[in-house]
């Protein structure tokens, strides 16, 4: 929505379905991510699980509900301007599907010897893409300069992510905790120490900021960057128990 407004946003409801798709597709991936097959946790934004509050099947046909729901939502709220759903379709589908998209990060995670980039592109930077693409589409822009701005801050946020899973408890996360050292997961925490993702975290963000494209609201894109998502991700990192962090990182491993 940042996106849209700062080009101009000529079709605000466009928009705003675009951006309701990509919540209900990205609400469908927890909901799956949390399954015993994948990552076998109970608890997700304080609450437990759908598959632990009911049972695994309506677990798997509520994710794929709100998956169909996601493009049901795009289709109704484009009658206004037609010619854009092939391209928000599109958009979408790619940060979904494979080869690149949050299934294929999905699928990356039981594989041995995933790349960290490949995998954190895949598992969560595509959904920061599809943000931004979409955001471009439906204010009638191209797409394409704002990719890797989205691909760069969902890298930051899964580094966030994965510093928060080592690091925080249930009760500040909201969600089962040290699933990545359970399941052997690729970690930039395991990988890179609590100091080196801290560096990563900032080049990430420092590298988005500087990949805003000219367009209207560059400035107030790049601030938001600078200042606000740099804030959220490190409360989100910096737990009150992270002072115990580096003598965890040594004997996790570097691997």
């Known amino acids: 929505m940042l996106v849209a407004e700062a080009l101009g946003d000529p079709e605000p409801r466009v928009t705003e379905a675009a951006a309701s798709a990509l919540e209900l597709v990205h609400c469908a991936s927890l909901v799956h991510d949390d399954l015993?097959?994948?990552?076998?946790?109970?608890?997700?934004?304080?609450?437990?699980?759908?598959?632990?509050?009911?049972?695994?099947p309506t677990a798997?046909?509520?994710?794929?509900?709100?998956?169909?729901?996601?493009?049901?939502?795009?289709?109704?709220?484009?009658?206004?301007?037609?010619?854009?759903?092939?391209?928000?379709?599109?958009?979408?589908a790619?940060?979904?599907?494979?080869?690149?998209?949050?299934?294929?990060?999905?699928?990356?995670?039981?594989?041995?010897?995933?790349?960290?980039?490949?995998?954190?592109s895949a598992k969560t930077a595509a959904l920061f893409e599809a943000a931004c693409a979409l955001g471009a589409i439906s204010a009638g822009a191209d797409p394409t300069p704002w990719r890797p701005v989205g691909e760069?801050?969902?890298?930051?946020?899964?580094?966030?992510d994965d510093m928060a899973d080592a690091t925080a408890s249930v009760e500040e996360t909201g969600k089962s905790a040290g699933r990545d050292v359970a399941r052997g997961r690729p970690s930039a925490f395991r990988r890179l120490g609590l100091e080196g993702c801290h560096e990563l975290l900032d080049s990430?963000?420092?590298?988005?900021?500087?990949?805003?494209?000219?367009?209207p609201g560059r400035e107030r894109v790049r601030t938001w960057l600078g200042e606000s998502t740099l804030g959220v991700l490190r409360l989100r990192s910096?737990?009150?128990?992270?002072?115990?962090?580096?003598p965890h990182a040594r004997a996790s491993g570097g691997d």
């Open 152 to 160: 760069l801050l969902g890298r930051a946020y899964q580094v966030a």
């Open 60 to 92: 798997v046909l509520v994710g794929d509900a709100l998956i169909v729901m996601a493009f049901q939502t795009l289709a109704s709220a484009s009658t206004q301007q037609p010619e854009r759903l092939p391209l928000l379709v599109r958009a979408l």
């Open 94 to 120: 790619r940060g979904v599907g494979h080869p690149r998209g949050i299934i294929a990060g999905q699928a990356w995670e039981s594989q041995p010897g995933v790349s960290l980039l490949t995998y954190h």
């Open 204 to 215: 990430l963000l420092a590298s988005a900021s500087e990949a805003v494209p000219e367009c």
């Open 36 to 56: 015993p097959c994948f990552d076998d946790a109970n608890l997700r934004r304080g609450r437990p699980t759908l598959h632990v509050a009911f049972d695994e």
């Open 238 to 246: 910096e737990a009150p128990n992270q002072r115990d962090a580096e």
